[in-house]
């Protein structure tokens, strides 16, 4: 009887499902991952494309191609379909493919639960870009939704509310899922600090989501009733106060800055020690680093509101926080320096884009700390400064650390290795792009240019036009990141399964591709 079990067992994990049943029913954590990839990736696009018609609006002075109303829905339903729709679940789907092969696991702990927290992703992304086509169009408050402008507009913004809580419940429920596998499913021997850092990045992660995303609920809640249910908390008109809404959403707001990047600091830390063929420098380090990040993310929210009337002592505790934030993130960099120094570096595509993202998310730290001191943060306060701050945090740390985890783990996924050249054409372009993008913003904002505006004065025209060319450069480049990864999946050249001469962890031990059943029987770690 037991061999009859055994057989039926081992022929359950040699099948591998068929069709369209196959993505809709799944609770294989690697089916799951290449969904929330793929959504992620389409929703990058459709995000891309807003950004576009807002660069292409600011070619020029004066209003060209949209209205004032239209442009601000397209500066909120960019922002929140980048964060919410693309840059979150693309690191959830990493989690899904990589936590359960770097610790050992069969799969995630709860796989119908996993199943359940991707299929939300796209009926919330309908919601929020159905928005835009509803009487009285979509969302125009800015990616912050600050009242009184998120009280008074039509129903576009009761869908972006609901698709809002649709895409945090998904949040909430990966992190359960994640956390679980991490604390319960690793193989004998794995001590937590024998896990790499990826794991231990999203572990942080998935507690700061649990943390913050109900936070957010509550403050999109308390705006629904304000304008369906007659109360006031933010309408000043009865007595409300719109700064409590700022307060509230920024307690949410500053933690999830962090959730959009540990991970990637758990991917860079993955390949560089790889390409530098030396170990990580400083692990233990490295998790306290993390660890403190977390922390600290949770009491320098009124960063962000230097400019409402604080008391004095208020926005000196609220600088002094955050320039504290600067300490363990300096000691990540200064260990990802220390692994490259004196290591036997190449300079493949994945290491390139690591490089490229510590290089370029310093010049975002540094331009957090010129924020985080307040009289200076009153001159850059709601300009393209802060704009041009936001995407080498976000851009640079979070994207393009994406994209060499894409570079790095694919041919491990499939079997297949990318093409090196058209990799490093998508590196070049992307990352040159980005700089001419964004890099003028920044004397944009000294000069005074608000954000949020489709209008501005002659004097901005030359680097707006410049802005303007790189962000068309940067969206079509996206085109060949597609078409390698496409190439990759149907003919590339034959994987080995160590792919990577110096990768270390468990998932280099299995064959290439990776097998749709892995660690049926743990693996015992030494």
């Known amino acids: 009887m037991s061999e009859e079990i055994t057989a039926v067992a081992d022929h359950h994990h040699d099948d591998i499902p068929k069709g369209l049943s196959r993505w809709l029913f799944t609770t294989n954590h690697k089916d799951i991952g290449t969904l929330y990839l793929w959504f992620s990736f389409m929703m990058f696009i459709i995000?891309?494309?807003?950004?576009?018609?807002?660069?292409?609006?600011?070619?020029?002075?004066?209003?060209?191609?949209?209205?004032?109303?239209?442009?601000?829905?397209?500066?909120?339903?960019?922002?929140?379909?980048?964060?919410?729709?693309?840059?979150?679940?693309?690191?959830?789907?990493?989690?899904?493919?990589?936590?359960?092969?770097?610790?050992?696991?069969?799969?995630?702990a709860l796989p119908r639960m996993n199943n359940w927290s991707f299929w939300l992703l796209p009926f919330a992304g309908m919601l929020l870009i159905g928005s835009l086509f509803v009487p009285g169009g979509g969302p125009a408050a800015g990616w912050t939704i600050y009242p009184p402008?998120?009280?008074?507009?039509?129903?576009?913004?009761?869908?972006?509310?609901?698709?809002?809580?649709?895409?945090?419940?998904?949040?909430?429920?990966?992190?359960?899922?994640?956390?679980?596998?991490?604390?319960?499913?690793?193989?004998?021997?794995?001590?937590?600090?024998?896990?790499?850092?990826?794991?231990?990045?999203?572990?942080?992660?998935?507690?700061?989501?649990?943390?913050?995303?109900?936070?957010?609920?509550?403050?999109?809640?308390?705006?629904?009733?304000?304008?369906?249910?007659?109360?006031?908390?933010?309408?000043?008109?009865?007595?409300?106060?719109?700064?409590?809404?700022?307060?509230?959403?920024?307690?949410?707001?500053?933690?999830?800055?962090?959730?959009?990047?540990?991970?990637?600091?758990?991917?860079?830390?993955?390949?560089?020690?790889?390409?530098?063929?030396?170990?990580?420098?400083?692990?233990?380090?490295?998790?306290?680093?993390?660890?403190?990040?977390?922390?600290?993310?949770?009491?320098?929210?009124?960063?962000?509101?230097?400019?409402?009337?604080?008391?004095?002592?208020?926005?000196?505790?609220?600088?002094?926080?955050?320039?504290?934030?600067?300490?363990?993130?300096?000691?990540?960099?200064?260990?990802?320096?220390?692994?490259?120094?004196?290591?036997?570096?190449?300079?493949?595509?994945?290491?390139?884009?690591?490089?490229?993202?510590?290089?370029?998310?310093?010049?975002?730290?540094?331009?957090?700390?010129?924020?985080?001191?307040?009289?200076?943060?009153?001159?850059?306060?709601?300009?393209?400064?802060?704009?041009?701050?936001?995407h080498y945090v976000i851009f640079c740390g979070s994207v393009l650390s994406m994209f060499g985890a894409v570079y790095f783990w694919l041919p491990k996924w499939t079997g297949h290795m990318y093409n090196e050249t058209l990799g490093k054409w998508h590196f070049w372009l992307t990352v040159i792009a980005f700089n001419v993008t964004f890099f003028p913003q920044h004397f944009l904002g000294f000069a005074g240019m608000p954000r949020r505006i489709p209008d501005y004065a002659q004097q901005f025209t030359e680097f707006n036009m410049v802005s303007s060319i790189g962000a068309f450069v940067l969206g079509f480049s996206q085109i060949l990141l597609l078409i390698n990864v496409v190439r990759t999946i149907k003919a590339g050249q034959p994987a080995s399964d160590q792919v990577w001469e110096g990768a270390e962890g468990l998932e280099w031990t299995l064959p290439s591709p990776t097998p749709y059943h892995t660690f049926v029987t743990p693996p015992k770690v030494s």
């Open 47 to 108: 995000g891309g494309a807003m950004a576009l018609v807002i660069r292409a609006e600011l070619f020029q002075p004066g209003l060209q191609l949209v209205n004032p109303h239209f442009f601000n829905q397209m500066t909120t339903v960019h922002a929140l379909v980048m964060i919410f729709g693309a840059v979150m679940p693309g690191f959830v789907g990493f989690a899904n493919w990589l936590v359960p092969l770097m610790i050992g696991a069969p799969d995630m």
């Open 149 to 390: 402008l998120s009280i008074q507009t039509g129903m576009g913004m009761d869908l972006t509310i609901f698709a809002i809580h649709i895409l945090g419940m998904s949040s909430i429920l990966g992190s359960i899922n994640i956390i679980a596998t991490i604390l319960n499913m690793r193989a004998p021997g794995m001590t937590l600090m024998k896990m790499p850092l990826f794991v231990w990045t999203w572990m942080i992660t998935a507690f700061l989501l649990l943390a913050a995303m109900p936070v957010l609920a509550g403050a999109v809640t308390m705006l629904l009733t304000d304008r369906h249910f007659g109360t006031h908390f933010f309408d000043a008109a009865g007595g409300g106060d719109p700064l409590m809404f700022q307060h509230i959403f920024w307690f949410f707001g500053h933690p999830e800055v962090y959730i959009l990047i540990l991970p990637a600091f758990g991917m860079i830390s993955a390949i560089i020690p790889t390409f530098a063929r030396k170990p990580l420098f400083g692990y233990t380090s490295m998790v306290f680093a993390t660890a403190s990040i977390a922390f600290l993310s949770f009491i320098v929210w009124a960063h962000h509101m230097y400019t409402v009337g604080m008391p004095l002592s208020g926005e000196l505790f609220f600088m002094y926080a955050t320039m504290l934030i600067a300490i363990p993130t300096g000691v990540k960099i200064f260990n990802w320096l220390a692994t490259m120094w004196r290591g036997s570096m190449t300079f493949e595509t994945p290491m390139l884009y690591a490089i490229s993202a510590v290089a370029l998310f310093t010049v975002g730290g540094l331009t957090g700390v010129m924020m985080a001191i307040t009289p200076a943060d009153f001159q850059y306060h709601d300009t393209y400064f802060i704009v041009a701050h936001f």
